[in-house]
């Protein structure tokens, strides 16, 4: 079997990120309330960009693994530099394993807190991955019933990497109740317990789609199924360092 092309990383340096700031906006509809917090993130790898069209489809080739009919028959995604959608979170579990095991190199799914560190790319503090600017102009959003644009399309943040908010929503590794709130990071959910967990996985950057600024906030955290492929949600690699 011909070895993966390997993606484009950054090294982002282990230290503290401040997850949750600016605050919450007063009024906002967002169903994803978030608070400010203080954690140290290991260093690790991140790729560039998202998964694309073509990297997925190899992968799917190279294993004969069968991926939605619309990411092959939607005009939308005839580009293969277009970032992948219609991607489960099992799907992109799938992904990174083959990944890792072709490679014999430790690739994941980019956690919560490595994701937002990543996007806010050494700003602290700030809305956004550019600052606390409008994102008119600065990343792929506000089109509900348009398409993504090829990745890399806009500006990268101070780290190098591109599309952190907009384009495409990113799955992450952990479920939602696990980041959302730290009281249930340090539980063992016993199983009579189950039905009051989140088991969704967390989705991070918001999307072309994205209507409201708010959404592709670095702070923002979204949650869906994790077998549900969507014309919205993709996914980043990540290296354990």
């Not at 708010?214 to 077998?227: K, N, Q, V």
């Amino acid at each position: 079997m011909k070895s993966p092309t390997e993606p484009d990383l950054v090294v982002i340096p282990a230290g503290p990120v401040l997850l949750g700031v600016p605050e919450f906006p007063a009024g906002s509809t967002l169903p994803h309330p978030w608070a400010p917090r203080v954690l140290e993130v290991p260093a690790f790898a991140i790729a560039r960009t998202a998964v694309t069209v073509g990297e997925y489809l190899a992968f799917a080739s190279a294993t004969a693994y069968a991926v939605a009919d619309e990411l092959r028959s939607d005009p939308r995604f005839s580009d293969p530099q277009r970032p992948a959608a219609f991607v489960s979170w099992i799907d992109a579990v799938r992904y990174v394993h083959w990944l890792a095991r072709s490679t014999g190199k430790p690739y994941r799914l980019v956690r919560d807190a490595e994701y937002e560190k990543a996007a806010r790319g050494g700003l602290e503090g700030k809305r956004h991955p550019w600052g606390d600017e409008e994102p008119d102009g600065r990343c792929d959003f506000g089109k509900p019933d348009g398409d993504p644009r090829p990745v890399g399309s806009y500006a990268p943040n101070g780290f190098g990497l591109f599309d952190m908010a907009g384009s495409m929503w990113s799955w992450c590794e952990e479920c939602f109740d696990q980041v959302a709130s730290p009281d249930r990071a340090r539980m063992i959910y016993p199983e009579t317990q189950i039905r009051d967990v989140r088991l969704n996985p967390v989705c991070r950057g918001g999307s072309y789609k994205t209507p409201r600024s708010a959404a592709l906030y670095c702070a923002y955290r979204h949650e869906d199924p994790s077998d549900g492929r969507f014309d919205c949600i993709g996914f980043r690699v990540a290296l354990t360092l």
